[in-house]
């Protein structure tokens, strides 16, 4: 078999696996939490770890990439990434996996960054859309198939084995990628920019680090006031960095085109909405509803799958019609999916949620597809590469800071509820901090108050009502997120912002 074919599988291999991790995880999560004894906010890291890494290094490994070769830095990749996902099957505490989804972000970036480049190098003409076209393809069965596959495993043989499992895959991923394919690398390549990588990734660890915290102290604590403070010098920073710099790694003037901005902010508003919500909506079908691990996976099919299949219609359209009449209203569909599954109340069931996942996979589906394309579309060729990079960046930071904030909204709005509904239960007024906590980090809130016939009823009804009302309040922020998202990029992204060089699709 040609060596090309060989780099298209060793691609995809690593492509599905480490987009697979973003979503297969979450299902996961609550028997993570229970076997490992972990808080909220060590739940809410486990998740974070992975996107803070893969946004901070996405484009500083394309930039080594570029510099040493796409070959070695994708097995590099592949190595870091395998290893992690070994320690995270390993761990037996939940910093150690907290650390462990770190190195797999790593290993993540790397790979993320140098997949398209290596499939450009090795196919031209018509091959390569076909490459592109099953790379496409393989990226939306992992992210469709996750949720159903994650639940399989954890429900089946074990959470570990979500991780294991991607142990001898790379295994092969790593000798194939060695031994088959073509080695490339960028002539003139410039040497990354480490002081903008520093500062970038100092100011958002800074700022998820303070947005977690403040679900275990509060907003106005001295340790949380510090980190957005430090935070906002370290971005400030940054900014300046990559004004003076020479070669930044970000380049603050292509912002000044209204359509590259348009792109960023609707890759962020949809991450920090629905990509976000993701992680407490598995928490409430399994610790509220009770379902397992598969048949939460099961449900969640119902929002990948409409997103599956709405992708290979938008990716049609896309082509003929302005991308802009399909990232707005794409972004609205996901804010009015959101709504639709708020309001939920302590008697709800599952199918609540039904047509908010059916809106909100359409929404992802008509998003997604030209997302990319309207990012690189505007920027000269030899730029393109980097703006695809800060595109897939502010997807990252998405995820990161809305699994961050929206879970110390939920928190706060839980413990409040829970509080004043103890307050008024004799004998369990004085154990409500304990049960609120209890109940935000998964226990049984029932054992934490101590609680016995009547009582325990009370407790374990105030408790579900507490956790259904911090659904909803996260819901609808992520909904007015997403909305919000729509009317900028709907307004920024223009037709003549194109460059008419690019093949890509009108803006309108």
Not at 43 to 61: F, G, I, N, R
Request: proline share 4%.
């Amino acid at each position: 078999m040609d060596r090309k074919w060989w780099t298209l599988i060793a691609v995809s291999v690593g492509t599905f696996m480490l987009l697979l991790d973003i979503t297969i995880v979450n299902v996961a999560l609550p028997d993570i939490q229970r076997s490992l004894h972990s808080s909220f906010s060590e739940l809410q890291w486990v998740v974070d770890a992975y996107a803070l890494t893969l946004a901070s290094l996405l484009l500083t490994a394309g930039s080594l990439a570029d510099l040493y070769g796409r070959r070695l830095l994708f097995t590099v990749g592949l190595v870091l990434f395998t290893l992690g996902s070994l320690c995270c099957g390993l761990s037996t505490s939940p910093l150690f996996l907290i650390v462990s989804r770190s190195g797999q972000g790593l290993g993540g970036a790397i790979m993320f960054s140098t997949a398209l480049a290596l499939l450009a190098q090795a196919f031209q003409g018509r091959e390569r859309g076909t490459a592109f076209g099953v790379w496409g393809a393989v990226t939306g069965f992992a992210v469709a198939v996750g949720p159903v596959l994650g639940g399989l495993i954890t429900s089946g043989i074990g959470w570990r084995w979500i991780f294991l499992v991607n142990v001898p895959i790379g295994v092969v991923g790593v000798l194939i990628t060695w031994s088959q394919v073509a080695e490339s690398r960028q002539a003139g390549a410039r040497r990354p920019d480490w002081p903008g990588f520093v500062l970038f990734t100092g100011g958002l660890v800074a700022l998820i680090y303070g947005l977690i915290r403040a679900n275990e102290t509060s907003w106005t604590s001295t340790t949380v006031l510090a980190c957005f403070a430090a935070a906002a010098v370290l971005v400030g920073a940054f900014l300046v960095a990559e004004r003076v710099g020479r070669h930044p790694m970000f380049d603050l003037s292509l912002f000044r085109v209204p359509t590259f901005s348009g792109a960023a902010v609707a890759a962020f508003g949809m991450a920090a909405s629905l990509f976000s919500l993701l992680l407490y909506i598995v928490l409430y079908l399994q610790d509220v509803l009770g379902y397992s691990a598969l048949a939460t996976g099961v449900r969640l099919l119902l929002l990948s799958g409409a997103s599956l299949v709405t992708a290979f219609a938008a990716g049609r359209l896309s082509a003929r019609m302005p991308v802009r009449w399909l990232i707005g209203p794409g972004l609205v569909l996901i804010g009015v999916g959101q709504l639709l599954m708020a309001g939920l109340h302590p008697a709800s069931d599952w199918t609540h949620l039904v047509p908010g996942f059916l809106l909100g996979g359409l929404g992802i589906g008509m998003v997604n597809p030209p997302l990319a394309s309207t990012a690189v579309g505007v920027v000269q060729p030899q730029h393109a590469g980097m703006a695809a990079g800060i595109n897939n960046t502010f997807r990252q930071v998405g995820i990161a800071t809305g699994i961050a904030a929206l879970g110390s909204i939920f928190a706060v709005r839980v413990r409040h509820d829970i509080v004043q509904s103890l307050s008024r239960i004799p004998d369990v007024a004085h154990r409500s901090s304990g049960v609120a906590t209890a109940l935000v980090q998964g226990n049984n809130p029932v054992s934490a108050a101590g609680a016995h016939g009547m009582q325990a009823a009370q407790v374990a009804e105030a408790a579900r009502s507490a956790f259904v009302s911090g659904m909803n309040v996260i819901l609808v922020i992520g909904a007015v997120l997403a909305l919000v998202s729509a009317v900028f990029s709907t307004v920024l992204i223009r037709s003549r912002d194109f460059v008419s060089s690019t093949p890509v699709p009108p803006a309108g």
